[in-house]
């Protein structure tokens, strides 16, 4: 995410340059959280039920990671936009 949201070469000067690097801090930032949410949502899914698979676990896994990815960003934009929470 943060090679396709800063496409930016330089830093921009004057006080342009705040808002450059308070947008880079953002996106690592809250980059690292959804990230880890995902990540510990789709590990504990794993760890609890789909070692025991064996027929086609590549294709649930990869699916489930998908569409636990969709349910947070789902959630990440209804508190960003929708409620304004974020």
């Known amino acids: 995410m ?30 690292l959280i959804i990230g880890g949410i995902i990540a510990t949502i789709f590990t504990f899914i794993n760890l609890l039920f789909l070692r025991k698979l064996q027929y086609y676990a590549f294709f649930i896994r990869l699916g489930l990671l998908i569409a636990i990815a969709a349910i947070v960003g789902v959630i990440h934009y209804s508190l960003e936009k929708i409620i304004d929470v974020i």
């Open 2 to 31: 943060y090679l396709i949201l800063t496409p930016q070469e330089e830093a921009p000067s004057g006080i342009m340059y705040i808002f450059f690097i308070m947008l880079n801090y953002a996106i690592i930032y809250y980059g």
